[in-house]
Nanobody, 127 residues
Framework: EVHFVESGGGLVQAGGSLRLSCEASGFTFAHYAYGWFRQAPGKEREGVSCFVIRDGRTYSIDSVKGRFTFSSDNAKNTVYLQMNSLNPEDTAVYYC????????????????????WGQGIQVTVSS
């Protein structure tokens, strides 16, 4: 049975930091790249990043570059999203995802490559 469990969300003041974790089980962790998506109130879901654990390549949207970092602990089957210098525009439900590659990151097709989704976790940044 597949489980993809997120943790670490919450409420933080602008300028603060949070780290999201996503622990996978029930599938072969190393076979996938890992993405983070977010959906803000009243907005469509957007792909925030794609991380290739095999070689560390990372793709991310411009608005998070320099603030968000992505990593994994393969021994723990866990991926991480470290979010620094948070601002209210980062408020959203964040989803981790096991993705069949990062080639289409930044396109509408990217989300179609997701095989497994985390349950979503709320991140709220107060001003």
């Amino acid at each position: 049975e597949v489980h993809f469990v997120e943790s670490g969300g919450g409420l933080v003041q602008a300028g603060g930091s949070l780290r999201l974790s996503c622990e996978a089980s029930g599938f072969t962790f190393a076979h996938y790249a890992y993405g983070w998506f977010r959906q803000a109130p009243g907005k469509e879901r957007e792909g925030v990043s794609c991380f290739v654990i095999r070689d560390g390549r990372t793709y991310s949207i411009d608005s998070v570059k320099g603030r968000f970092t992505f990593s994994s602990d393969n021994a723990k089957n866990t991926v991480y999203l470290q979010m620094n210098s948070l601002n209210p525009e980062d408020t959203a439900v964040y989803y981790c995802a096991a993705v069949r590659g990062c080639d289409y990151f930044g396109t509408d097709f990217y989300s179609r490559l997701v095989d497994y989704w985390g349950q979503g976790i709320q991140v709220t940044v107060s001003s």
